[in-house]
């Protein structure tokens, strides 16, 4: 388990304290491990490579040391998480050059950022690695899957709890280093006793949400409860590379009586009138990627 305190501007000597913890595995029928991960204040991410053996493993390292350069920095904003995204495609389209195969990544992750001088997550997403949020007894996830078996969901023609048995439950519509994929973006407050789960599609496609949600309640320790949800995927099956990091908000986040009908709490962009009010400062090509 790892502790992290980073200090934000605000009232004199506020801090948010975190606690998180990560596992990794190759599964039981691949050969080698395409994910990688960054645990560091204020970035927590997954990347999921694609292209094969030397390819898809070099894909999601580029991507996760270009995330990994903003961890250690204070009061991190919208566009310095933008500028780094976009560096990562600039990574991994040369890891991409003179491979017959090509190669690729999802994303997913999280990284605090500073909002009217309080702390917010700025969820992203490429891909179909996800990110969850439990607080409370309520848990989901907050992205949104760029797949194949995500449209069918939208077009009412699979059910969510079969898309992990969908036969072409794999093939994604985005990924790191392709055209036309850039990142959406979800803004949230940062909340004191909210767990986030970020993890690559070997665990979803391992683990129910009520699995997923009973290990985190289950097990107290960040650490523990990334142990616990690899060793489940991998009892189920371990069909693909699993990669999960736990990030708990141990205090300094807002209470939990935040009121959810006013947080912005939405995909940025969805609602242009609320992005040109004064509750949230999201760069313009932010907003423009979420826009899609």
Same mark, same amino acid.
């Given at each position: ?59 999601? @390292? ?20 933008? #500028? ?8 991994? $389209?040369?890891? %991409? ?17 500073? !909002?009217?001088? $309080? ?10 690695? $996800? ?6 007894? #309520? ?12 449209? /069918? ?15 072409? $439950?794999?093939?994604?519509?985005? %990924? ?19 767990? /986030? /789960?970020?993890?690559? #599609? ?14 985190? /309640?289950?097990?107290?320790?960040? !650490? ?6 690899? @060793? !489940? %995927? ?19 986040? %807002? ?13 940025? +962009?969805? #609602? ?19 826009? +899609?």
């Amino acid at each position: 388990m790892v502790t992290s305190v980073g200090t934000y501007d605000g009232a004199p000597g506020a801090t948010l304290t975190i606690r998180s913890g990560s596992a990794t595995d190759v599964g039981l029928r691949r050969k080698v491990n395409e994910d990688s991960l960054v645990v560091g204040h204020p970035m927590y991410a997954v990347a999921d490579g694609m292209g094969g053996h030397d390819a898809g493993d070099k894909a999601s @390292q580029a991507v996760i040391a270009q995330l990994s350069a903003i961890v250690g920095r204070e009061n991190l904003t919208p566009d310095d998480v933008a #500028d780094a995204i976009d560096a990562a495609h600039g990574s991994v $389209r040369l890891v %991409a050059e003179g491979r017959p195969r090509g190669a690729g990544s999802t994303l997913t992750g999280a990284a605090v950022v500073i !909002q009217h001088e $309080r702390p917010h997550w700025l969820i992203f997403n490429i891909g179909d690695s $996800r990110v969850y949020r439990l607080r409370g007894h #309520d848990f989901g996830q907050l992205t949104v899957d760029h797949s194949i078996a995500q449209e /069918l969901v939208d077009e009412g023609k699979l059910a969510r709890e079969d898309m992990a048995s969908y036969e072409g $439950r794999n093939v994604i519509t985005k %990924a790191v280093g392709a055209d036309y994929s850039d990142a959406d973006f979800w803004l949230y407050p940062v909340v004191s006793g909210e767990r /986030l /789960l970020m993890c690559s #599609d070997g665990l979803s496609g391992e683990l129910t949400d009520d699995a997923m949600a009973r290990i985190l /309640l289950d097990e107290p320790d960040p !650490q523990d409860a990334a142990d616990a949800l690899l @060793q !489940q %995927a991998l009892t189920n099956g371990g069909r693909d590379n699993v990669t999960v990091v736990v990030v708990e908000i141990v205090e300094g986040g %807002a209470g939990a009586e935040i009121d959810e009908e006013t947080s912005v709490h939405r995909r940025i +962009g969805a #609602d242009p009138d609320e992005l040109e009010s004064d509750t949230v400062e999201i760069p313009e090509r932010v907003v423009r990627n979420a826009e +899609g």
